[in-house]
């Protein structure tokens, strides 16, 4: 029974860490494309606006038509710079560093994460969000998401409002079901339940 | 999807099939069926509640393993702590095909 134990330890301890921790699709999921796009950037002229994703993703300048798709184990966030402050040169030769060093950026609370990965049977393949920005000071970005566009398989999109805290709805279409679904997912498993009492039922009388 | 796990439950089947032919070598088609029955009751449904319902694949794995230790002490007349030792070695084999096969 002890060395049964130890088995069903080591198992979990090589089996579990690669569900938690690896960059790996579980069963019944999938990755669709997703981005997120800020529309009203021309409305601050006098800033620059930066994106900066931590480990993967890196950084840049955010122009106005940008989608930006970040990698799903980044956590990426956005950064303001008055535009006298910012220096492209600077940027590029610090990196990681002029984020962590830069007095002068202007921090956002916003966490632009990819919406992925989702249920393998959903219908969704692309997820456009839409952010906003409310207002930019020297101390705070404050940048809030407003929309969603949700684009399907057949081609259909679904534009949806965010609520006032920026929280977003989730997409409306079901996914379509095909006339075999009810039979195989429910009448299946009780003809084999059906079929295992009456098997056990019978070795019982014997 | 449903193709998918069609062929995800003829693996399945396969493979526990395998698994309690290498433990107890006689009656195959006896244990074809079981694992054919046994499986059909348990994964159908569990992978149906996995993508619609509950995203827990570890935790659906336990139940699904608990379920059918109790099924196959049932159906082999086996003592529980073997019925045991058959499922967990027959659904740790399964849950890592089924990471290979959907990775």
Known sequence: MKNKIIILAVS???????????????PGQKSISSCHRIVNLSDYPDHVFLFYGRPVTGFGVIEPDDCLSFYKLSQNTIYAIAKEDFDQNELDTKQDLYFQENPKLI???????????????????????????????????????????????????????????????????????????????FGLPLVAIIIIVIIILKKRKK | ????????????????????????????????????????????????????????????????????????MLLLAAKYRKALLLSFTANLATAMLSLIFFI
Not at chain 1, 12 to 26: E, G, N, Q, T
Not at chain 2, 37 to 54: D, E, G, K
């Open chain 2, 1 to 72: 999807m449903l193709f998918s796990n069609l062929i995800a439950l003829i693996l399945t089947v396969v493979l526990e099939f395998s698994v309690l032919l290498a433990f107890i070598r006689k009656a195959p088609l006896k244990l074809l069926l079981y694992s054919l029955l046994i499986n059909t009751a348990t994964q159908v449904p569990a992978l149906y509640i996995y993508q619609n319902l509950w995203p827990r694949f570890i935790l659906l794995e336990i139940i699904i393993f608990l379920l059918e230790s109790f099924l196959l």
């Open chain 1, 12 to 26: 979990i301890a090589i089996f579990l860490p690669s569900l938690v921790l690896a960059d790996l699709l579980i």
């Open chain 1, 107 to 185: 921090p956002s609370d916003a966490e632009l994460d990819p919406y992925s990965p989702i249920s393998s049977g959903s219908t969704l393949t692309d997820v456009e969000i839409t952010w906003e920005i409310k207002g930019v000071d020297t101390e705070k970005l404050e940048i809030k998401k407003t929309k969603v566009i949700y684009t399907y398989k057949d081609g259909t999109t679904e534009e949806l409002q965010a609520d006032p805290d920026g929280n977003l709805p989730p997409p409306l279409k079901k996914q379509e079901k095909s006339w075999l679904f009810f039979p195989l997912v």
